[in-house]
T-cell receptor, first 114, second 116 residues
């Protein structure tokens, strides 16, 4: 089952604009991660935010986490055509027997128009 | 290059057949995860291994099985294949996952399975 649900499912913006994607989840988490996937290829890790953090930056990426609302957002500033990809949030949560499980949402498909 | 190697890259097989997908994790990573991605779908978690032991099971069909070997490579076996099993199958590895914090996961390029 999906733990995270991204919103919107698809987003189309002009180059130079900012893109914001949201993720909601259902259970308590240890951390939340964002990944990027270019068409049909493997996922690439972008950023990880721990449950005791509220905001994190990496280059043009800004991630926020609100554990009270069980939601996160990913902001990509000054978007480029090369940012066109699908973006997934993944939640790391305790799954029992001393294990943590990484569960992905369905993703947001971002198109940046040159 | 993520350091995770999956073979084969593409696989075409007939319904009813059995296939084995192979994954070599990143050097030093003890956790291996298998995911299935169907068209326009997110990643469905199938199963996780940590240092040779099964640690978590997701939406894995009984026709599917996996194992992690002493050298930490993993295999996903899919049997009695159906048309609906056509998908991208990803393997990922991470340093954590059992009794310790899950850090980032590194993904292979996937195996595209087509069942005809």
């Amino acid at each position: 089952s999906q733990q995270g649900e991204e919103d919107p499912q698809a987003l189309s913006i002009q180059e130079g604009e900012n893109a914001t994607m949201n993720c909601s989840y259902k259970t308590s988490i240890n951390n939340l991660q964002w990944y990027r996937q270019n068409s049909g290829r493997g996922l690439v890790h972008l950023i990880l935010i721990r449950s005791n953090e509220r905001e994190k930056h990496s280059g043009r990426l800004r991630v926020t986490l609100d554990t009270s609302k069980k939601s996160s957002s990913l902001l990509i500033t000054a978007s480029r055509a090369a940012d066109t990809a699908s973006y997934f949030c993944a939640t790391a949560a305790y799954s029992g027997a001393g294990s943590y499980q990484l569960t992905f949402g369905k993703g947001t498909k971002l198109s940046v128009i040159p | 290059d993520s350091g995770v190697t999956q073979t084969p890259k593409h696989l075409i097989t007939a319904t009813g057949q059995r296939v084995t997908l192979r994954c070599s994790p990143r050097s030093g990573d003890l956790s291996v995860y298998w995911y299935q991605q169907s068209l326009d779908q997110g990643l469905q978690f199938l199963i996780q291994y940590y240092n040779g032991e099964e640690r978590a099971k997701g939406n894995i069909l009984e026709r599917f099985s996996a194992q992690q070997f002493p050298d930490l490579h993993s295999e996903l076996n899919l049997s009695s294949l159906e048309l609906g099993d056509s998908a991208l199958y990803f393997c990922a590895s991470s340093a954590g996952g059992a009794g310790m914090l899950v850090t980032e996961a590194f993904f292979g390029q996937g195996t595209r399975l087509t069942v005809v």
